[in-house]
């Protein structure tokens, strides 16, 4: 899994029981180098000699990948004959459903020839094509491993958008973008500290937070959008916040409010559309900043918030873990997209599977 934050790849080895229990093997991340990331960035807008960009990168990304795919192995003392399938989940370039279409790059038949293992990639796409957003679709993965029969919970992944999956013991299950979260921030962080993300959320709580630039911020349609609803970089971006951005704001500030706008977004789509909740569990990058994590007990108030990996899967291994779950669905030609998250017309076997 390689998301919008545009930080590395994180690989999961992932064992399932005939119950479907999820077991974590093994993990391994790989950082993008710079340029990688840079060019990968560039892919979110419009730009010259963009297919042959594109492909470039798609064949970086997946030698990447089979690196990180060779030292899960190493780590595992497993062999290629060992492993079903890998999920890939490629890199987000344009995720535009309104029209039809989402692309994650990563050449999968590269990646199948490195690695000598059956690739499966392309999940979005058979669930836009049934008319849904093709996001997200880690809620399917949230219920199979974290759903429990008594009690209302509530899985929030922050990412560089944030996402949450409501599992209510009913099995009415729901789940959306909530909003920007690490990716305006990390973008803030790197142009005003050079770093790629504000540790811990310090420098966001050494600013105050700017209610005018929130308001207009959260002025945005998309917070008041009823789900089913997915978005990215296509909507939130660096220049979307220079729009509201005044000579006089401190940068503190700005990334103050920042983090108040990404807590706003979860805390507000919890109160709106997951009343009965009684347990938030975080998980994704965002789930390791501290300033971050206060603000959502404050505004959840007596709500319990923890991490996943009070569950049994690390914050930083959910996501890869669910495309791993998700290659295993397909394999098994199971559908794995829930129709009342995506919008989608019924139940689908999602993915394109390349055999070793």
Not at 43 to 70: F, K, M, T
Not at 107 to 118: F, H, Q, V
Not at 158 to 177: C, E, K, Q
Not at 326 to 343: D, F, I
Request: hydrophobic letters at 40%; glycine letters at 10%.
């Amino acid at each position: 899994m390689s998301g919008t934050s545009l930080d590395g790849a994180d690989a999961a080895l992932v064992s399932f029981t005939p119950t479907g229990a999820a077991r974590l093997e093994g993990q391994v991340y790989l950082p993008f180098p710079d340029e990688l990331r840079q060019q990968l960035l560039a892919l979110n807008s419009p730009g010259d000699n963009e297919i042959e960009r594109s492909c470039i990168q798609a064949n970086r990304l997946s030698r990447l990948y089979a690196e990180s795919v060779a030292a899960l192995l190493q780590q595992s003392g497993l062999a290629t004959s060992d492993i079903i399938a890998i999920g890939s989940h490629g890199q987000t370039i344009r995720h535009r459903p309104e029209f039809g279409f989402t692309v994650q790059i990563g050449n999968s038949a590269l990646l199948a020839e490195l690695s000598d293992i059956t690739v499966i990639s392309d999940f979005r796409s058979r669930d836009i094509a049934s008319g849904g957003q093709g996001a997200p679709l880690v809620p399917a993965f949230h219920h199979a491993v974290f759903f429990h029969p008594a009690i209302h919970r509530v899985i929030v992944n922050i990412g560089g958008i944030s996402n949450l999956t409501y599992l209510p013991p009913n099995n009415n299950i729901s789940g959306f973008d909530c909003g920007p979260a690490n990716l305006l921030m990390d973008a803030w962080a790197q142009r005003h500290l050079g770093r790629s993300y504000d540790k811990n959320g310090e420098w966001a709580a050494s600013g105050q937070v700017i209610e005018g630039l929130l308001t207009a911020l959260l002025g945005h349609p998309f917070f008041w959008q009823r789900p089913p609803k997915s978005t990215g970089r296509d909507t939130f971006n660096i220049p979307w916040l220079e729009q509201y951005l005044k000579a006089e704001y401190q940068p503190a500030d700005v990334q103050a409010t920042l983090l108040e706008l990404a807590a706003r977004g979860i805390a507000d789509a919890i109160q709106q559309y997951c009343q009965d909740a009684t347990e938030i569990f975080l998980c994704g990058g965002g789930a390791r900043n501290l300033a971050l994590r206060s603000r959502l007990q404050e505004l959840c108030g007596v709500r319990k918030i923890a991490l996943t990996d009070d569950l049994g899967i690390g914050v930083d291994w959910v996501e890869a873990a669910a495309f791993a779950w998700l290659a295993k669905q397909t394999m098994e030609k199971l559908p794995s997209n829930l129709p009342a998250v995506t919008g989608a017309q019924g139940p689908r076997i999602l993915g394109a599977i390349y055999p070793a």
